[in-house]
């Protein structure tokens, strides 16, 4: 079982940043592929980005490909999201996911067992 926690949402400008980070319970978060998905009003929850249990594989969707980067440290449980350049369109509630499978890409979005409960990301125009 993985508890996940999100923190660090909040209001910003277009052209800012923000960090996003996620703490995991558990002995074995080295081993899961992790996640960030993100909804926004009306819309269904869409994939943002993965990184593989190592590190050493990842995933972005095209639309936040150059602007995010995800991290993750396995000493401390936690998976960060860097987000730069922010855009009104990232507007959206941000949830930590993760995904024991191995070799799991999260992409697709589907059959993954733990989420967070989502933290918010407003970008004013």
């Known amino acids: 079982q993985v508890q996940l926690i999100e923190s660090g949402g909040g209001l910003v400008q277009a052209g800012g940043s923000l960090r996003l980070s996620c703490a995991a319970s558990?002995?074995?978060?080295?081993?899961?592929?992790m996640g960030w998905f993100r909804q926004a009003p009306g819309k269904e929850r869409e994939f943002v980005a993965s990184?593989?249990?190592?590190?050493?594989?990842?995933f972005y969707a095209d639309s936040v490909k150059g602007r995010f980067t995800i991290s993750r440290d396995n000493a401390k449980n936690t998976v960060g999201l860097q987000m730069n350049s922010l855009k009104p369109e990232d507007t959206a509630v941000y949830y930590c996911?993760?995904?024991?499978?191995?070799?799991?890409?999260?992409?697709?979005?589907?059959?993954?067992?733990?989420w967070g409960q989502g933290t918010q990301v407003t970008v004013s125009s």
């Open positions: 990184i593989s249990s190592s590190g050493g594989t990842i």
């Open positions: 558990g002995r074995t978060f080295r081993r899961y592929t």
């Open positions: 996911a993760a995904d024991p499978r191995p070799g799991a890409t999260m992409r697709q979005g589907l059959g993954i067992d733990y």
